[in-house]
């Protein structure tokens, strides 16, 4: 950002004159003066290879630039090396010279105040000299707000030894509201979800992030209840964010942002350390601990004889990666998981009530995902997108990798089979817009399932199951009003078991996914 100006002001710095090119000279080493922000292990590394007994001014250039480069990759974009008038031959001075910053001036917020932005970039700050790599993990955390986008561009001062820099920002307000209809209900618990969700994105204006989400049956409303609440705290002098969560649910399903693999309870807590950008390329380490109670031993409020409730407390050290370019986006993550005994239900006996093929209460599991959207001719889209899970343990079902519904293997109902490993691939072509957010799109969904020891098993989990289909769909988007309606149709169904079992999605079944949002 700062290298058209800084290079301007950089000429203005002394050198000494040449006395010719050729003129030779021993350098025995280096003294720096000034604001050196590397360590003397850092500058002795790199002006080492400078240390010659048969120099040139060219060989001086060299170690400036070296010099130089070294501190723009650490972030120190601001500081320039100068090599002052002196006697040549021996020890050679290098000053370090760093220019601060000017004014500071703010552009574009309507909706997030000068404090709220300021605070977004606290490595910006007038009279000091910023480190480039902090400030751009500063960006990068407060562009994930929905709400706000921000910008930090640097120019020449009209003052000496300073440059100025202006905050541009895009905004909208930073409260929403959305009700969301979809079909991923089942027969048992009514076949359709209602979301409501309510979220604030600048609590106390810092950026605090707060959704809430109550998901509901139109059909069955007292046998479906789940609630959600997600708290994000953006720590931007620390280049991360902390994140607490809490589900509440009586059935299986993705409702609002939240998931549920089981009928129960999870509590939370993240933090997401962030990496400097390089290019469009935003990466985050992750390390999070949940607390999951499995409501088993009942199902609506009926005794299940044998069963206790299950618990998994796992904690999860994992890394996610995404690349914006003009031709594509692409990201990837993956993340392993240990399973902490000892809290209710999380234990050998309660996970042998489910199945006696599970072996130990300390598993471990490792996910992985990718996804790739690239643009085709005529203004037409392609992508795919691709999940794993491996895991040497026999795992409870909570624990395991489903397959089935909208968002997994389209054609069937929500988790219709599941494994302790598997995997899924999504593969989709959309049409260009016939008007403004309207596109058809056509589509191949395929997925595995393996599990462990299921020759001891007493509840009946194959070894191997698959499941894939394909489909045609139709997606409306705007800023205020979503639709989707994509019809899958089976082509490979679950294995079916002998005498077989209807509730099993088999190859020929079909089913229309229909979601419609509104918000407001």
Known sequence: MAAAALQAMAQQQGVPAATGASTQFRISGFELTGDIPLSQDETTRILAPFIVPQASLDTLQKASAALEAALKAKGYALHRVSLPAQELGGKVTLAIVKFVIGKITLEGNANFSDTNVRASVPELREGETPNFKILAVQTAIANENPSKQVQVTVKESDEADKIDAKISIKDVRPWNASVNWANTGSNSTGNDRLTVALGHVNLLDRDHQLSVAYTTSLERSETVKQLGLNYRIPLYQQGGVVGVSYTNSDVIGNFGSFTSSGAGQTYGVNYSLYMPPEGGNRRYWTVSLDEKQFDASKINGVVIPGQSDRGSRPVTLGYTSRMESDTSIWSYNADVAFNLPGSSGNNLSAYKTEDARIGTVNWSVLHAGVSYLAPLPGGWL?????????????????????????????????????????????????????????????????????????????????????????????????????????????????????????????AGDEKLHVSVTARF
């Open 382 to 506: 392609w992508s795919a997108r691709a999940q794993v899970q491996y895991s040497g343990d026999a795992l409870i079902a909570g624990e395991q990798f489903g397959l089935g519904g909208a968002t997994s293997v389209r054609g069937t109902g929500e988790r219709m089979i599941s494994g302790d490993n598997g995997g899924i691939v999504n593969l989709e072509v959309s049409t260009f817009e016939f008007r403004p957010g309207l596109r058809l799109v056509g589509f191949v969904d395929a997925g595995w399932l393996n599990s462990n020891n299921t020759a001891a098993g007493t509840a009946g989990k194959l070894a191997m199951d698959q499941l894939a289909s394909a489909g045609l769909g139709l997606r409306f988007n705007s800023p205020s009003f979503n639709l989707s309606a994509e019809w899958g149709h089976i082509t490979s169904g679950a294995t079916q078991p002998v005498g077989g079992n209807p509730a099993l999605p088999k």
